[in-house]
């Protein structure tokens, strides 16, 4: 099956400018994810969706961080104005349904992306 | 709240060497548990994975045992090769619905 589609797989762009990234997740996947990965640390979930409804976005800065999923596929992670500290490996992940394809334990497997990096300078 | 803690790296092995990468975690449960590895230049990828106390995850001569009564799920290897070499990432569910939760990765160098 493909993987999940990420582009670009690269930007550079100076404070303050906005910058798009796109994310196709694998199909029939359900839960679709974007993290943020800085350099040296864990990834960290900026926003999960379930279809194309949010189901957790507590550590997405709002003020100048959106994502969307329009009709449940793919997704949009925009930033607007971006700081210096933006700068970051941002992945997008997806998973199936719970119930469909699960184990036993409901915990269904993610699925990244090769990452988009994106330095602000 | 919900976290991963893994040993600091880099972790720097000659080849065949025995690997061990600790991972804990603190818990409301019994959440899954994951070891997710990032070779350079790629993206993360499933290594292994348990779901339950006592499950051992394996795979590619990598293995991990849940520990409920330590809250671990210590990586090993028996003989790293230097293609092992990569970023290792322990990971939980928990905080939410089928959200991963990661530490802040270990970076294993191997050398001939």
């Known amino acids: 099956e493909a993987g999940v589609a990420q582009s670009p797989r690269y930007k550079i762009i100076e404070k303050r400018q906005s910058v798009a990234f796109w994310c196709n997740p694998i199909?029939?996947?359900?839960?679709l994810y974007w993290y943020q990965q800085i350099l040296g640390q864990g990834p960290k979930l900026l926003i999960q969706?379930?279809?194309?409804?949010?189901?957790?976005d507590s550590q997405l800065p709002k003020d100048r961080f959106s994502a969307e999923r329009l009709k449940g596929v793919d997704s949009t992670l925009k930033i607007q104005p971006a700081k210096l500290e933006d700068s970051a490996v941002y992945l997008c992940?997806?998973?199936?349904?719970?119930?469909?394809?699960?184990?036993?334990?409901?915990?269904?497997?993610?699925?990244f992306g090769a990452g988009s990096r994106l330095t602000v300078l | 709240g919900d976290s991963v803690t893994q040993m600091e790296g880099p972790v720097t092995l000659s080849e065949e060497a025995f690997l061990t990468i600790n991972c804990t975690y603190t818990?409301?449960?019994?959440?899954?548990l994951f070891w997710y590895v990032q070779y350079p230049g790629e993206g993360l990828q499933l290594l292994l994975k348990?779901?339950?106390?006592?499950d051992k995850g394996s795979n590619k001569g990598f293995e991990a045992t849940y520990r409920k009564e330590t809250t671990s799920f210590h990586l090993e290897k028996g003989s790293v090769q230097v293609s092992d070499s990569a970023v290792y990432f322990c990971?939980?569910?928990?905080?939410?619905?089928?959200?991963?939760?990661f530490g802040a990765g270990t970076r294993l160098a191997v050398h001939p």
């Open positions: 990971a939980r569910m928990g905080g939410g619905y089928n959200k991963l939760i």
């Open positions: 992940a997806s998973s199936p349904p719970l119930g469909r394809g699960a184990p036993a334990s409901g915990a269904n497997v993610l699925t």
């Open positions: 969706f379930q279809n194309n409804g949010v189901v957790d």
């Open positions: 348990a779901t339950k106390a006592d």
């Open positions: 818990a409301t449960g019994y959440p899954s």
């Open positions: 199909s029939g996947h359900a839960t």
